[in-house]
């Protein structure tokens, strides 16, 4: 804060204690991006309109944790931590009072999952255990980037979560657009090449490869392979985020790049929220990349992870770690096990939604001009595009005229696209609600579009 008299610092002071004030541009210009007070707006939002039925959030039902019994999920993972590293059982509760080692708790858990559902065999020591995915994210860009010389790619329509990580740390972002693959790979090489040119390198690419936030889109799998390959010539990784992976129909999955990929070209960035507690705030990173130090000596990225996690969380909660070892460990160690009920509700109400849309938008005469949407088969979101800008002023009007809520999609891009599409989520809402918040989203659209 400049103090100089008269300067572009100076502010007029308000008598007492806490006078001091700031301009803006003397704080980090992340603070003024809009993309920050996204999900802060949506809060609020939500909270101007209580009674309204809201598609806007991308929260898990909470149906399948009506009973849910804390205690004995913790218990069941105590009982593990003794048996497994021979400690008795006050030593063992222990673990869950003390700060914990940055690293995680559960790691042999996490990774004994990803062998079962994936097939990945990684060490529990390329695995670091998170404050969400969210935390695991802003690790991972932390440690690959260098500010100024490397850029991160992202497909856009993006998950905010990755945008505002990058622009919290001052990483730059290009743009590569979908396609009916999933991903325009011309588009990414034309990005590597300017770069270069420019004296700076594409270090990484995010991406979801099974039913994104916000686009519910799926890359094939001749294309997973086809970015791997690319990944390798243009000396890039993957930052691979796969929430919405296990809401796919039975026997239609795929496997995920983490699962394809050969020579360490893919950082999984994971979450427990979806499947198991999002309440817990677990998430994790797996890194099995290596690093070369000064001394000629060699690390996991992980290593470099857990390293900056002692100066961003210190650790991740223990007690939350335990619930999520105790939940899989009463599944037999599986987190796909755990998350099949969880899958049939979504997959219910992701084809409730796409049926009321048809059956109150239905084409023709039913449905205003230029009012489209997809139909994604899996996940939890549904894209809508209107003929008119879905911005927030006709969000604030459609909620207040019609008690319906939904997602602008406007923050989700990075070069000011998608100004005229909404996301619809279905994951958060009962039946009854989903068909209800569609017929009043259909009178509200029948009136304002031209």
């Not at 806490?18 to 802060?40: K, M, N, Q, Y």
């Not at 399948?64 to 993972?77: Q, T």
């Not at 006709?394 to 696209?417: H, I, K, N």
Request: proline share 6%; with cysteine; glycine share 10%.
């Amino acid at each position: 804060m400049s103090a100089a008299p008269g300067g572009a610092g100076r502010h007029e002071e308000a008598p007492g204690r806490g006078a001091v004030r700031f301009t803006r541009d003397e704080l980090h210009g992340s603070l003024a991006d809009p993309v920050l007070g996204t999900i802060g707006f949506l809060n609020e939002v939500m909270a101007r309109y209580p009674e309204a039925i809201s598609f806007a959030p991308g929260a898990p039902h909470l149906t399948h944790l009506g009973d849910f019994d804390l205690a004995r999920h913790v218990e069941s993972y105590l009982a593990y931590a003794a048996e497994r590293r021979g400690l008795s059982p006050d030593r063992a509760r222990h673990l869950l009072y003390e700060y914990g080692p940055s690293r995680g708790l559960i790691n042999d858990l996490v990774a004994r999952a990803l062998d079962l559902d994936q097939g990945l065999g990684i060490s529990p020591d390329a695995v670091v255990v998170t404050v969400g995915a969210q935390e695991a994210m802003l690790l991972t860009l932390r440690a690959l980037c260098r500010p100024g010389r490397d850029l991160v790619a992202v497909v856009q329509p993006c998950f905010v979560g990755i945008t505002g990580a990058a622009r919290l740390l001052d990483i730059d972002l290009v743009a590569v657009d979908e396609t009916a693959d999933g991903i325009d790979l011309d588009g990414l090489r034309t990005a590597c090449r300017a770069a270069r040119a420019d004296g700076r390198r594409v270090r990484a690419l995010y991406v979801a490869p099974d039913f994104a936030n916000p686009s519910g889109t799926v890359l094939d799998l001749a294309t997973r392979r086809r970015l791997l390959d690319f990944a390798a010539r243009e000396d890039l990784l993957l930052l691979e985020d796969n929430a919405y992976g296990f809401t796919a129909a039975p026997g239609s999955g795929l496997p995920g790049l983490k699962a394809l990929d050969e020579d360490a070209r893919v950082v999984l960035l994971g979450t427990f929220a979806k499947v198991c507690l999002p309440g817990a705030r677990v998430g994790f990173a797996v890194a099995d990349q290596t690093v070369c130090t000064a001394d000629g000596s060699r690390r996991l990225l992980a290593d470099e992870l857990a390293a900056l996690k002692n100066m961003v969380t210190v650790n991740t909660s223990p007690i939350s770690q335990a619930v999520i070892g105790g939940m899989l460990l009463e599944n037999g160690g599986s987190l796909a096990a755990l998350g099949r009920d969880r899958a049939t509700l979504y997959q219910r109400n992701l084809g409730l939604l796409l049926a009321a849309l048809d059956r109150h938008l239905p084409p023709g005469a039913g449905r205003p001009a230029g009012v489209s949407w997809n139909r994604p088969a899996g996940g939890f979101f549904v894209r809508m595009r209107l003929p008119i800008p879905a911005d927030t002023a006709l969000l604030d009007e459609c909620a207040s005229r019609y008690g319906v809520l939904w997602t602008p999609m406007d923050q989700f891009y990075l070069d000011g696209s998608g100004a005229d599409e909404l996301r619809l989520s279905c994951s958060y809402l009962d039946p009854e609600q989903i068909g209800e918040g569609v017929a009043r989203l259909a009178r509200f659209l029948r009136e304002v579009c031209p």
